[in-house]
């Protein structure tokens, strides 16, 4: 089994994809809000979230990632893009005259955070807002959070990618096993300097 979370306008046909769209305008196999999954434990192969991570909450995000990680098989592979936020913040902050085209034949300069704002890092131009913002740092440690590791890059022109875009941020990762509770996050800069003779 495989699923397309958030399909929204682009599902992915054939080749045992079933597609999943809370909004029931949307061209979906399924109309259901995720999480949860309507799954059994471990019964799916693969799993492709275009553009839904940044539509939630970052507690929320985690819990569908962990939902994610609960239906996959033990070498059952997931799929997430998302904006980059950081190489879309590199182009306003550099005032390059970079423009992008969302949705098509509507076009936004992102030398102005206006236009920022409301493409990415709120997204007001849809229904459905944006949540949270990830760069490849932060997606690779939410998936890591989640019992995954990341395993490459997708290639910008992975034909599960609707809308290819410099800006499409893709990781692919496999399962691994999930600890029994979080792991907890140390900052060592509150620790002070080593001194010699120390540690």
């Known amino acids: 089994m495989k699923l397309c979370l958030g399909c929204g306008v682009y599902p ?20 259901a809000r995720v999480p949860p999954i309507d799954a059994p434990d471990g019964s799916v ?9 940044e539509h939630f909450e970052p507690d929320e995000g985690d819990a569908l990632l962990r939902e994610c990680h609960r239906v996959l098989t033990p070498t059952g592979r997931l799929a997430v893009v998302v904006p980059d936020i950081r190489a879309i913040l590199e182009h306003y902050l550099a005032g ?10 509507t076009y936004w300069s992102l030398d102005d955070l206006d236009s920022v704002c409301s493409v990415f890092l709120y997204s007001t131009i849809q229904p459905s807002r944006h949540r949270w913002s990830y760069d490849e740092r932060s997606l690779r440690y939410a ?13 910008p022109d992975d034909p599960r990618i609707a809308v290819p875009a410099w ?4 990781l692919e990762a496999r399962k691994l096993a999930l600890p029994a509770a979080p792991v907890p996050v140390i900052d060592f800069t509150l620790l002070g300097p080593v001194r010699e003779g120390q540690g």
Do not use: C, K, Q, S
């Not at 992915?12 to 109309?31: L, S, Y």
């Not at 998936?143 to 290639?155: M, Q, S």
């Open 45 to 53: 192969d693969e799993i492709f979230m275009g553009h839904l991570l």
């Open 96 to 105: 390059d005259h970079t423009t992008v085209e969302v949705p098509e034949r």
């Open 143 to 155: 998936l890591h959070r989640a019992g995954f590791g990341v395993t490459y890059p997708l290639a």
């Open 12 to 31: 992915i046909t054939g080749n045992g994809w079933t597609n999943i769209d809370e909004d029931p305008a949307m061209p979906a196999d399924v109309h």
């Open 167 to 170: 800006w499409n941020l893709g």
